[in-house]
Every structure is written in structure tokens, then in C-alpha cells.
Nanobody, 116 residues
């Protein structure tokens, strides 16, 4: 239901854009976002977007990452700028309903590797 793409290898200070395509239109009750998991670490929430304009970010990425949604309401993006080696992780997109904790869908994950 969610298809993530856009990861890769980049040098520190570089940029990448991740995409997460949904199999249906994003509705007004859907919250989409990204988690990441680095080797040997727990999965960490990164960012979310609600109704196309309400965005939230983890402190560790605030000011460097930007989450957005396309006008067709089928894809979200995560622009990663000023990347650091500690951003290296597998990034997973997710979908949940506003007000509920349970995540309905996960993307398959896309690897981001930042070299120093």
C-alpha cells in the first residue's frame, strides 16, 4: 500500500529526497510520515504531515528535513538536507489515522547512507 524510494549514498552535507507513494488518495484523516532505524538502534520517529500543511519534526532533524505532500494527494516526500553521518538509517514511511496510535501501513524501507 506504501512504496518508499529515493534512498542512496551521499557525502556529509549533501541532500536526498525520499518519496512514499500510496495506493489510494490521502484523505483528511490520514497522517503520513517517516521513521528511521539505524543499525543496532530502535526505530526513531522523524516527521509527519497531516492535511498537507500540518507538519511535525523530531528535534534531531528540525531545520534540515522537510516533509511535504503532492497536490494529487498520493505521494509524500522527505527532503533531507545538510545530511550527517548520524542520519544513516533505513527510512520507513507510514500511514495512520489522526487521533489513533496504531499505524495502518508501513512502506518497505529505503536505505540512506551518509559518509563522513
Amino acid at each position: 500500500q506504501l512504496q518508499a524510494s529515493g534512498g542512496g549514498l551521499v557525502q556529509a552535507g549533501g541532500s536526498l529526497r525520499l518519496s512514499c507513494a500510496t495506493s489510494r488518495r490521502i484523505t483528511s484523516v490520514d497522517v503520513l510520515g517517516w521513521y528511521r532505524q539505524a543499525p543496532g538502534k530502535q526505530r526513531e520517529w522523524v516527521a509527519s504531515i497531516f492535511r498537507g500543511t500540518v507538519t511535525n519534526y523530531a528535534d534531531s532533524v528540525k531545520g534540515r528535513f522537510t516533509i511535504s505532500r503532492d497536490n494529487a494527494k498520493t505521494t509524500i516526500y522527505l527532503q533531507l538536507n545538510s545530511l550527517k553521518p548520524e542520519d544513516t538509517a533505513v527510512y520507513y514511511c507510514y500511514l495512520k489515522h489522526q487521533g489513533l496510535e496504531e499505524i495502518q501501513s508501513w512502506g518497505q524501507g529505503t536505505q540512506v547512507t551518509v559518509s563522513s
